[in-house]
C-alpha cells in the first residue's frame, strides 16, 4: 500500500463492538496500536499511560462531545496527533476538526483506504521528527 | 376561541416533539448502528484485499466491492442526516442548508442557489430546526411536485428577525382550489412557524412558480432584537 511507517504509537477510541479489532488487524502491517478505549472518558488517563504518537478518535463517541475531547488531549499532549474519524462527510465540520487541533479528518466508511495514509501523514508534523 | 388556540398550539408542539424524537432515534439507529457496520465492513474488505493482494482480479473485484461498500455508507449517512441533523448545532444554519441544497440539486439535477445575509450565529435550536425543516419540506416539493428549471433559498436576518424565502420557477398552482393547502408538508411549515412564533406565506399561481417565504422573530440572537409584534392567528397565508 505505502511504504512502512516507524511503528508509530497508536491509540483507538471508538466505541463500536469489532472496531478495535478490524483497525488492529488493519495497522498491524504499519504501526503498533498500543491500546483501545470505548470509554471517551478515560482518554486522557490512557494517553498518559500509554503515550501514542497518535490517537484514533471517533468524533461520535456517547457521553462526549468529539471536538471537545480533541481540543483537551491537544491542549494536555500537544505532541500527540489527533485523527478525527466520523460517518458524517461535513466539510464544515472537518474544518472544525482542524480547528480544534485534529491532524486529519476520515471518513468512517474511507477508514479502510484512508487511515494509514493519515497515520504516514501526522509522522512528518510530529514535532519529535522535525 | 382562546383555550382552543392554546389547545391547538399545544397539540402541534406534542405532534412536532413527537415526529423529530421519532427522525432522532432513526436517525441515531442508522448512524450508530447501520453507518457503523458498514464502516466495519469497508474496513475489513480492505484487510481482506491487502491480504489476497497477489491476484489482480481478485483485488480488483474487492475494489469494486469497497467502492459499493463506500457508497452505501455515503448513502447511510444521507439519510441519517436528512432524518436529524445532528451537527446543525455544530456547523450552523446555513452550512447545513447548504448541505440539502446541494445533495437535492445532484440527486435531482437542478440548480438550487443559495443566499445567506447576515444570518446570526447564535440561532436558537428551535430556530435553526424550524428553518432547516422547511427548507427540507419546500425544496422537496420544488424537486418532486414543480417540475422547475432552478429554485432559489435565500436566508437574511435583519430588523429582529429572520426571513427565510425559497422561490422556484415551475409550474406552480392555484391556492385556492380546494385541498391544495392541506398537505402535510404545507400543515408542518405552519405548524413549526407557529411554535416559535412566526408566520409563512406560500404565494402561487399556476405557471408562475412558487414562493414560500418564513419570517420569525430572532429572541435573544446575537444579532437580533426581540420582535414585539403579535403572533399571527392563522401562520399560514396566501396570496
Known amino acids: 500500500m505505502s511504504e512502512k511507517l516507524d511503528r508509530r504509537r497508536v491509540l483507538l477510541a471508538d466505541d463500536y463492538p469489532g472496531m478495535h479489532s478490524a483497525l488492529t488487524r488493519l495497522l498491524a502491517p504499519w504501526c503498533d496500536v498500543v491500546g483501545s478505549i470505548d470509554d471517551a472518558a478515560r482518554l486522557l488517563d490512557a494517553i498518559a499511560r500509554l503515550r501514542p504518537d497518535v490517537v484514533v478518535l471517533d468524533l461520535s463517541m456517547p457521553g462526549v462531545d468529539g471536538l471537545q475531547a480533541c481540543r483537551q488531549i491537544k491542549s494536555v499532549n500537544p505532541d500527540v496527533n489527533v485523527i478525527v474519524c466520523t460517518a458524517a462527510d461535513e466539510p464544515r465540520l472537518a474544518a472544525k476538526a482542524v480547528e480544534a487541533g485534529a491532524s486529519a479528518f476520515v471518513l468512517k466508511c474511507h477508514l479502510g483506504d484512508d487511515l494509514v495514509r493519515a497515520i504516514q501523514t501526522t509522522r512528518s508534523v510530529t514535532p519529535a521528527d522535525a | ?239
Not at chain 2, 175 to 190: C, D, H, K, T, Y
Open chain 2, 1 to 239: 376561541m382562546d383555550r382552543t388556540e392554546d389547545l391547538l398550539r399545544d397539540l402541534g408542539r406534542r405532534l412536532i416533539e413527537a415526529h423529530e424524537s421519532e427522525r432522532r432515534r432513526l436517525s441515531g439507529e442508522l448512524h450508530d448502528n447501520l453507518g457503523q457496520r458498514v464502516a466495519l465492513l469497508s474496513a475489513e474488505l480492505v484487510i481482506l484485499r491487502d491480504t489476497l493482494g497477489s491476484s489482480p482480479l481478485v483485488v480488483d473485484q474487492l475494489d469494486q466491492l469497497l467502492a459499493h461498500t463506500v457508497d452505501l455508507g455515503t448513502e447511510v449517512h444521507r439519510l441519517s442526516h436528512d432524518l436529524h441533523p445532528a451537527w446543525l448545532e455544530h456547523t450552523g444554519l446555513p452550512d447545513s442548508v447548504r448541505r440539502v441544497c446541494t445533495d437535492l440539486s445532484r440527486a435531482y439535477r437542478i440548480p438550487i442557489h443559495l443566499e445567506c445575509v447576515d444570518v446570526p450565529t447564535g440561532l436558537s435550536n428551535d430556530i435553526a430546526l424550524c428553518l432547516y425543516r422547511i427548507v427540507q419540506e419546500a425544496l422537496h416539493n420544488v424537486v418532486k411536485h414543480s417540475a422547475a428549471a432552478s429554485a432559489s433559498v435565500r436566508l437574511e436576518a435583519h430588523s429582529g428577525e429572520i426571513v427565510l424565502t425559497v422561490i422556484d420557477d415551475g409550474r406552480g398552482f392555484d391556492p385556492l382550489v380546494e385541498g391544495a393547502m392541506n398537505g402535510v408538508g404545507l400543515i408542518s411549515m405552519r405548524e413549526r412557524t407557529r411554535q416559535v412564533d412566526g408566520s409563512v406565506v406560500l404565494t402561487s399561481q399556476p405557471g408562475l412558480g412558487t414562493r414560500v417565504q418564513v419570517r420569525l422573530p430572532l429572541v435573544g440572537s446575537s444579532t437580533g432584537d426581540r420582535r414585539q409584534a403579535t403572533p399571527p392567528k392563522s401562520a399560514l397565508e396566501f396570496v
